[in-house]
């Protein structure tokens, strides 16, 4: 880290893509602020692992931002009403939406890092959103991030002052696969993410849904099993 | 109100520019939904006053969110170390963007509105910006509401699934005069509105803020005097 890099802000859920997402942004010259989200989740675990990650990998500084998602309601991850769908990947069965969609999310998680790059004077925000394992979700989409990207540059002073802000999107056309090989190049610790929608109580993955199927299988074509679940 | 209705969600601060935006939105044949927003503001006067103004206009629903804006700091409205300016109008000086500016503030507010929005099946959003009072901030004007529109038809499952969703901001190129005209016109009750960036201990506006003076050159030109300083 050298006094000319820039600041940017990198959301963190503790998962594998976003701490993929950190190392490319540290590893492309970046001091990272990291930012992560409790949101009326029902499990607490990811934000203990965001933490043990932003250590691992060396931020500026992390911050974890309380929104309550859960009192507008509407998806089985913030509705307690609504059962996690099991035993099926929603890329593999067609383009419907699924039921862990959370309304308006990354709008939300993108909107604070605006606010915080902002304060920091930041221009750079990494996201580790992938559109290929997309599972159905709208706000993943690299026609959406472009989108937040011109909105962005309207919303802020660095926008009206002739800055340039953009939204660092590395992971977008990689698949599982690709993206952890990549981060294994970049020496991230894959036993500390944690990616499940659905752990025990004990907070073990559960291995059957769409987000534990689909690491799985990022990590069998790498020829290893997922080390989060040794 | 009649069952063919459709739900609209309008953001409700409980100042004079978005009681008039719910009282058009109801007006315009919408069943109002109302969002409100706890952001470690200096003041919670403005949220009694919000609920009251919700209560007399009839809304569907009426969700206040907490947000934590503060933890991001900033901004004199947010930051206890920073003074809020009196004294000037931010309009009469000049472009310059003012310190009571929030950083990613509406996008932050839109952001969950949208979020609501789609949880209830809503295409329509009420926000009471105003770009000719704009004071300076940049999140005020027509090209950044656009872009929002543009950005949140992409972010949902309506706009995925051939939804239009809009922003609407019928203050946007209205004077603080003509929106009061306007207000009166459809019974709005500005003695419950609250529009002080720092009120003293007793909850009274300072009369000397940015807000306070707008406000009441507003009622001036209606040749009447603030009803809330009453």
Redesign the interface.
Known sequence: MTSHAKPAVVLLSGGLDSATCLAICKDSGFIPYAISFRYGQRHAIELKQAAIIANQVGVAKH?V?????G????SALTDTNLAVPKHELASDIGTE?PLT????????FL??A???A??LGALDIYIGVNALDYSGY??C?A??IA??E???N????A??EGGKLKIHTPLIDMTKAEIIRLGLSLGVDYSQTFSCYDPNEMGTPCGHCDSCLLRQRGFEQNAMSDPSLD
Do not use: C, H, Q
Request: a negative charge.
């Open positions: 911050v931002i309380n929104i309550d998602l009192a507008i309601g509407g939406i969609y959370v309304p308006a999310r990354n709008t939300v909107s604070y605006l606010g915080w902002e304060v709208p706000d989409r026609e959406y989108a937040f011109l909105m962005a309207l919303a802020t002073k926008g009206v």
